[in-house]
């Protein structure tokens, strides 16, 4: 080429950048110029605090760190060296091949580049027009690092197309979300995007949610705290979903091993006053008016809201045994709220306080030892009215763990595992009918009554109970996400122990462990939101016929290099 033809090249370049710019003005904050730089930290039981401001990663490290899932949306899938600052104040997205081209997209030609700042083909989803990864958090940096180290390789979500069209797909089991998702970004959202989260104790202590909720905020915005509890669930663990400093509380799960003497609201969990002031103190964020969830049991007292000092309700019992609801506002500038108990007996199930700004507020709905047989025990009445009060976008189920442990023991079957999840997943649709909904399948597991120092042999029947979930999730609408394959498959235990990131019991993982669960969930959420429409997954109706029993691999779970 001549110099001339250059410059007409670059003139050209140029032009177009601008037209770009004057057509497209939100795209900016999508994609921001700069990018976090991934380095493969320590590991330990501690991340940095999240930062907003950064963006998501698209460095070669970044590339090869981040789940594949999100591969898929970052750079038309190419991966590039990071530039200088200079370079990447000029440009976000670097130069291509054609020949680079072309081999992505023979590997995805019909993953939408959700880094790109161009506009997608239009879609009968009503997806709009330009999505882009959002800024992430600092630490979502370091957890992909720690992926890469793990072997995590992360995964995609199946999102089933619920709603055929003659075009294509005119409603997948997320575009409720993911339409949600966009009215955040557009500006057209005057309320909050509500995620109720349901699950084991997988997601009880608040942890993988919280990443799930950090990544949403970072990109999508914050609106307060959502439904809490009056106290904890034990006598130990932290205080991010209960009020700040509670006494005379005692607390009841509906993952007891026989059910408590009453039904549950969508906590899974309620407090029972066991003396005479029993009371919650939750610290004020701005928040306009709060709702108080109880029951209202034969004998109890009253309960009472009040302010920095000042009543701002009292409750009125029938007796009747059933679940209400108190709302009331809050004044400007308060900083306390108390949830009295005028006397025993008192029955809280949760505290909502929320802002009316538009973000994401993620409701941690998770209880220890809970399974999807387990959830009926959630109150009908209570179910409908919570759940329509909360109005979901999204519906998360984390599932699977207590099932594949309980097939072991041989106290539950494949068809009942079946049967209650579909039974659940039901229920909650029936009573949030415009939400979204996903099935997240359980992590890795090794078999119990392990001998130390012997290798780990993975846990049966958890494929099995993996692939029954996902056929029920797809069957029902809802959209799937294979955690065990995210993590790294058979043998990925293994690695998060060796690496210091599972408690003793070789059940539940630990600090950072917890931590890259819940990002490779959110990168998976994300790039789905960024890539929908590219060929939903269709429903699965006719796979209900039972996994053949021991049809878990068996394999000996490998160590870390």
Not at 229 to 256: F, H, I
Request: proline share 8%; hydrophobic share 40%.
């Amino acid at each position: 080429m001549k110099v001339p033809d250059v410059s007409r090249g670059l003139r050209r370049a140029g032009l177009l950048a601008v037209l770009a710019g004057a057509l497209l003005p939100g795209c900016e904050s999508r994609t921001p110029p700069h990018r976090f730089p991934l380095t493969t930290a320590p590991a330990t039981d501690s991340a940095p605090p999240p930062e907003a401001s950064a963006a998501r990663p698209a460095s070669v490290e970044a590339t090869s760190a981040r789940p594949a899932s999100a591969q898929l949306a970052s750079h038309d899938g190419v991966a590039s060296a990071q530039p200088s600052s200079g370079e990447a104040a000029t440009s976000a997205r670097p130069a291509t091949s054609e020949s680079a081209r072309e081999l992505t997209a023979a590997a995805a030609p019909s993953v939408v580049p959700s880094s790109a700042s161009v506009s997608a083909p239009a879609r009968s989803t009503g997806r709009s027009a330009f999505r882009a990864l959002p800024p992430t958090t600092e630490r979502a940096g370091h957890l992909h690092a720690l992926a890469t180290r793990l072997k995590a390789p992360g995964g995609a979500v199946e999102d089933p197309c619920v709603e055929p069209s003659d075009t294509g797909c005119a409603r997948s089991a997320l575009t409720p979300f993911f339409r949600a998702l966009d009215g955040l970004l557009e500006g057209t959202a005057k309320t909050p995007t509500v995620v109720a989260a349901f699950g084991n104790s997988l997601i009880a202590g608040d942890r993988i949610v919280d990443v799930v909720r950090d990544e949403l905020v970072a990109g999508f915005g914050h609106a307060g705290r959502g439904a809490l509890l009056v106290d904890r669930m034990a006598p130990y663990g932290g205080r991010s979903r209960t009020a700040a400093v509670s006494n005379g509380w005692q607390p009841r799960t509906l993952g007891e091993l026989h059910a408590p003497p009453h039904p549950f609201g969508i906590t899974g969990v309620y407090h029972v006053a066991t003396e005479n002031r029993a009371r919650g103190r939750f610290k004020l964020d701005g928040e306009p008016r709060g709702t108080l969830w109880w029951k209202d049991v034969k004998g109890a007292g009253r309960l009472v809201v009040s302010v920095d000092g000042a009543v701002l309700a009292r409750t009125e019992p029938q007796g009747d045994g059933a679940s209400r609801t108190t709302s009331f506002d809050l004044p400007a500038g308060a900083k306390w709220l108390d949830v009295t108990a005028e006397g025993k007996g008192a029955i809280v199930q949760g505290v909502v306080l929320q802002k009316d700004a538009p973000g994401v507020v993620l409701d941690m709905l998770g209880v220890p030892s809970a399974d999807a047989t387990l959830y009926a025990r959630l109150e009908e009445d209570a179910l409908k009215a919570q759940l329509a009060q909360r109005d979901p976008k999204l519906l998360l189920f984390f599932l699977g763990g207590n099932e594949s442990k309980r097939l072991e023991w041989k106290r539950t079957d494949l068809p009942t595992v079946r049967q209650d999840l579909a039974a659940l997943l039901r229920r909650a649709r029936a009573a949030a009918p415009g939400s979204a909904c996903m099935v997240v399948g359980p992590m890795d597991a090794v078999q119990d009554g392990h001998a130390k120092g012997k290798p780990l042999t993975q846990r049966p029947f958890l494929e099995a109970a993996i692939q029954a979930e996902r056929e029920v999730a797809l069957a029902e609408g809802c959209g799937f996400f294979n955690l065990y394959t995210a993590m790294g498959g058979a043998g990925s235990l293994a690695r998060f122990h060796q690496a210091g990131f599972m408690h003793e019991d070789l059940v539940h993982p630990r600090g950072q462990g917890l931590d890259l669960l819940g990002q490779l969930v959110s990168d998976a959420l994300l790039a789905g939101w960024a890539n929908e429409g590219a060929v939903p997954a269709p429903a699965l109706t006719s796979s209900r016929e039972d996994a053949p029993a021991g049809s878990g691999s068996g394999q000996t779970a490998e160590a870390v290099p």
